[in-house]
Nanobody, 126 residues
């Protein structure tokens, strides 16, 4: 059974940091691409960051470049999202995703996703 379980969300002040985790089971973790998406109230789900199963290649949405870092621990089957310099605009439900396809341009969308987690809420206060 495939399961992606996010954790680590919470309330943080602007300028603060959080680390999200996603425990993955039921999938060959070291050979799959993984990503983070987010969805704010009233907005569409948007791509945040992705990491390839090969060579550690990663992609980021322009709005988080230089602030967020995606990484994974193949030994623990955990995907991470390290978030620094958070702003109220980062407030959203964050979702872990298993990619079914890669985007050469890095312009990932929900059509690139095969499985979703249930999400974890991140709230950044001004």
């Amino acid at each position: 059974q495939v399961r992606l379980a996010e954790s680590g969300g919470g309330l943080v002040q602007a300028g603060g940091s959080l680390r999200l985790s996603c425990a993955v089971s039921g999938l060959p973790f070291s050979s799959i691409g993984l990503a983070w998406f987010r969805q704010a109230p009233g907005k569409e789900r948007e791509f945040v960051a992705a990491i390839a199963h090969y060579g550690g290649q990663s992609w980021y949405h322009d709005s988080v470049k230089g602030r967020f870092t995606i990484s994974k621990d193949n030994g623990k089957n955990i995907l991470y999202l390290h978030m620094n310099s958070l702003t109220p605009e980062d407030t959203a439900q964050y979702y872990c995703a298993k990619l079914s396809t890669y985007s050469e341009s890095g312009n990932f969308g929900t059509t690139n996703v095969r499985y979703w987690g249930l999400g974890t809420q991140v709230t950044v206060s001004a």
